[in-house]
């Protein structure tokens, strides 16, 4: 069992996921090449000021004043070099370090700065105060909590003076490799600049509230550190990379049964809205035949409202949700590429679940593509996930959020999303693939040969009821169209983020709802992949 490798997005600096050693032993490497330690920092921290002149920051430095927290290790150094192009550039600095001792290389530049007559405080700083807050204590190389006399100062700064905390490399008090906090509590940043290559602990959502608006800070690596990163390294997908995505390429002259056949078997009496939800994601993805199964009462009204939805007779679904479905045969199946089955189908017992046995063994020995989401991911709870997935005859996807995760992998969920997504791919994995959306407010993608996929932005405000549904139906018609390659799962999950935040400039916070993002679905996949 095997997937072809995508190439995307590009393994480099404005992808790759990294762990704080990680970062640290690539550092090394640069050192033990001659690179002087001195030359690194330097060139790191000139590029956190120039960041700081742009006109989002500017303004407030130079009417309001900085105040940089200085740490006693090379972070510290970073952020005494900042002070000192910020005091030459005529903004009213200060600095404060509450150690008595620092490295050798940020004790110079502390050396430098009270020479240059930057101000330095002798006790620790109002909370109220006014000027902007540089936080250079830790960065990345914190394993400890900062302790409480730091952690009351920060929490007091948030309470008094919100966002007007710059973070360089991570927020105090945050670890850059899980995204938990430390201590009590964390800096609260409005800024994270992550220099030279994105923390994954960034980007996990328990970070999002202390990390803020996340950026990166060039420092031109070398390819050749970057390209010598296992294949399975996680990286960042941004809206950009919608561009060179992995998306379906039918030839000009496909009927529609040539550009994708999906089945979607949803709803429920008492959530009719899921089948309607998930069908308008599977419209938008552009899949050219889709049929539904679906509780009567939706299905005697779809076609007023998706006309070209095809509900099968055979193939209706049970009033009450229940996968009593007669009629679905494997010769039914065999005329498909998809099925993507859950949304709204209303909770089962565990009793109720062994009823439909029959359902799922036709499930598992279909050969195309099944998308298990919602209602299906807690039946298959019931029937032992792992197992059941090994058995498969084709690949499959699953879209759990985290409280569906931890019900089909107990024994996963206390781990990062990172590492609980990849461990549940690679165990369900046996003849044919299992890919793993983790549904989050930074999603997480798996693929059953270890590559993974983390999204680096999304709309908060399209944490809704009924997005999932929508990006069920969306994934699952891409699958349906060009095949089951995990780097098309993570597609579906970009778009579907990118399509939030579309709907959210168009129509505001209250347009990021499920007939607004599936709306904005419909155009994320470029019109470049067809010749007229």
């Given amino acids: 069992m095997s997937q072809p490798a995508w190439p995307w997005p590009d393994r480099d600096a404005e992808h790759l996921l990294v762990s704080g050693s990680q970062m640290a032993d690539l550092e090394n490497q640069l050192f033990a090449s001659g690179l002087p330690v001195e030359a690194l920092m330097e060139k790191a921290a000139l590029a956190v000021a120039r960041r700081l002149q742009e006109p989002d920051w500017w303004p407030q430095l130079q009417q309001r004043g900085a105040l940089v927290l200085v740490g006693p290790g090379h972070n510290g150094g970073d952020g005494l070099v900042v002070a000192r192009e910020l005091h030459q550039a005529g903004v009213a600095v200060r600095i404060w370090s509450p150690f008595e001792r620092h490295k050798p290389l940020t004790a110079a530049h502390l050396r430098h700065a009270r020479w240059l007559g930057i101000p330095e405080l002798e006790a620790p700083p109002n909370a109220a105060d006014p000027a902007v807050w540089i936080d250079a204590l830790f960065g990345i190389g914190q394993s400890r909590p900062p302790g409480d006399a730091l952690e009351t100062l920060l929490h007091q700064r948030q309470q008094q003076q919100p966002d007007r905390l710059i973070a360089i490399d991570g927020p105090t008090g945050l670890c850059a490799d899980s995204g938990q906090r430390l201590g009590r509590v964390a800096a609260c940043a409005a800024l994270s600049l992550s ?104 299905a005697e ?50 009793t109720e679940a062994a009823a439909e046995a029959s359902i799922w063994k036709l499930l598992q020995r279909f050969a195309g593509l099944l998308l298990l989401d919602a209602d299906g991911l807690n039946r298959l709870a019931h029937l032992g996930a792992q197992p059941w997935l090994q058995g498969r005859h084709g690949p499959t996807w699953i879209t759990p959020h985290a409280g569906e995760f931890a019900r089909l992998f107990p024994e996963l969920a206390h781990q990062p999303p990172l590492l609980a997504a990849s461990a549940a791919a690679q165990a369900c994995s046996d003849q044919q693939p299992c890919s793993v959306l983790l549904k989050g407010a930074r999603t997480v993608i798996a693929a059953a040969d270890g590559r993974r996929w983390q999204l680096g932005e999304a709309c908060r405000a399209a944490a809704r009821a009924g997005l999932g549904d929508v990006l069920a139906g969306y994934a699952g018609g891409l699958g349906a169209r ?21 709907a959210e400039r168009i129509r505001g916070r209250g347009g990021a709802e499920p007939m607004g993002v599936s709306q904005q679905l419909q155009s994320q996949e470029p019109n470049t992949n067809e010749t007229a």
Avoid: M
Avoid at 230 to 237: G, I
Avoid at 323 to 344: I, Y
């Fill in 195 to 298: 220099i030279g290559l994105i923390k994954q602990g960034f980007l996990q959502d328990q970070a999002l509230a202390w990390v803020g608006r996340l950026e990166r800070i060039e420092l031109g690596l070398p390819a050749a550190l970057l390209q010598a990163f296992e294949p399975n390294q996680p990286v960042a997908l941004w809206g950009r990379d919608l561009a060179g995505a992995p998306w379906p390429q039918p030839s000009a002259a496909a009927s529609k049964y040539e550009r994708g056949r999906l089945l979607v078997i949803a709803g429920s009496e008492a959530y009719r809205g899921a089948s309607q939800l998930c069908l308008q994601g599977a419209s938008a993805s552009g899949v050219g035949s889709l049929r539904a199964a679906l509780p009567q009462p939706v």
């Fill in 301 to 350: 009204q779809l076609w007023s409202v998706q006309p070209h939805v095809v509900v099968s007779a055979a193939l209706q679904a049970h009033p009450s949700g229940s996968l009593q479905l007669a009629g679905l045969n494997e010769s039914a199946l065999e005329r498909l590429d998809a099925v993507v089955l859950g949304p709204g189908l209303g909770g089962t017992s565990a």
């Fill in 482 to 502: 060009g095949g089951s390659n995990a780097a098309l799962l993570a597609t579906s999950a970009l778009a579907h983020a990118q399509a939030g935040l579309a």
